[in-house]
């Protein structure tokens, strides 16, 4: 109720400016409130983890790990933290976000801004959270392609001690070339000296951390069928479907349509759930799927469970609906499928 009431003047204002200014009166809230603790549901098991409730925040609204403990205080079930890169990067010229209101949309083109990945580990110490934390790892705009592996192991090094599970973003619209990490032969390479790090540190810290994989809504059939191949194959601990879109069809004739960019909220829904019924179908239950895209309210996260989901993530929605979208995600999402 007070957030219906707020949100007209948080709109306002540019989105990026009211962003960074939500992000700072969360991390204040944080260190000047006790711990918060989730919103009481009956806890799931997945990826050897187990979890408060089903609903978790998205990677992309804390970058850096800045307010992971006000974050915590809005009831999740786990919270992801990130895209973050090896080295500090300032992303793509501003402006790069853009609300479209009329359908509960946003077109973002952020290009993976942060801090950078000792920044992110040094606030994650600093943080109180003892809950889950999922640590989203990503490549620098200016690593050629051939040698993106090299980021990503980088990051997982610095971040595996204190995650509780890692995700590899490769679904990203807006670093040049990223989503051709989705293509069979370089998904190949990527996984196999990923599982190969995870082994290692895994010895190496007396502790498994799982492995995620992040993917694009925009794929066909045959893309998402040999994506859950690789992910049997290479034994990843669960996959994240799905990032932003690049289609348009449902926000052809509005303000900012044109706009490059992945477009996430309520129109990206669809086509989301979609990739989750596939990857289910493909996966036959072998790993979790963690859902995101298009989570506006209750019902919304209650059908990516039905589509085959364990998990769900809101970002967007919570721009529209506020706080209170996670404890009404929460109750629609009891009693559902574990993994």
Avoid: W
């Amino acid at each position: 109720m007070l957030y219906d009431l707020a949100r007209p003047l948080l709109f306002s204002f540019d989105a990026e400016t009211i962003h960074e200014f939500s992000l700072a009166a969360l991390n204040v809230a944080g260190r000047a409130l006790p711990a918060g603790r989730p919103v009481p549901a009956e806890p799931v098991q997945a990826m050897g983890l187990v979890f408060p409730n089903r609903i978790g925040l998205a990677a992309g609204l804390d970058k850096n790990g800045e307010a992971i403990d006000g974050l915590a205080r809005m009831g999740f079930g786990f919270i992801e933290i990130g895209t973050v890169t090896p080295r500090p990067q300032p992303g793509n010229p501003r402006p790069r976000l853009f609300r479209l209101p009329e359908v509960q949309g946003i077109i973002n083109r952020m290009g993976f801004n942060n801090h950078g990945v000792d920044t992110l580990v040094a606030n994650v110490k600093a943080a109180r959270f003892c809950g889950i934390l999922g640590i989203n790892i990503g490549k620098n705009f200016d690593t050629p392609i051939e040698n993106a592996a090299d980021d990503y192991l980088a990051c997982l090094e610095k971040v595996y001690a204190l995650a509780s599970y890692v995700t590899v973003n490769v679904s990203s619209p807006n670093t040049a070339n990223l989503r051709q990490l989705q293509g069979e032969s370089e998904l190949d390479g990527l996984l196999a000296k990923l599982k190969a790090a995870q082994t290692r540190l895994a010895d190496s810290h007396g502790r498994y951390v799982p492995l995620t994989l992040k993917i694009a809504p925009d794929l066909d059939e045959a893309q998402i069928t040999n994506i859950a191949d690789a992910l049997r194959r290479h034994r990843i601990d669960g996959v994240i479907a799905t990032n932003t879109t690049i289609a348009r069809d449902k926000v052809q004739g509005l303000r900012y349509a044109e706009q490059q960019g992945g477009l996430s909220g309520a129109p990206v829904f669809e086509a989301s759930t979609a990739v989750v019924a596939r990857l289910s179908h493909a996966l036959a239950g072998e790993l979790p799927i963690i859902a995101a895209g298009g989570v506006t309210n209750g019902r919304t996260a209650r059908a990516k469970l039905e589509a085959g989901a364990t998990l769900v993530q809101l970002y967007s929605g919570l721009i529209y609906r506020g706080p209170g979208l996670v404890r009404e995600c929460v109750r629609a999402t009891e009693h559902g499928a574990s993994a």
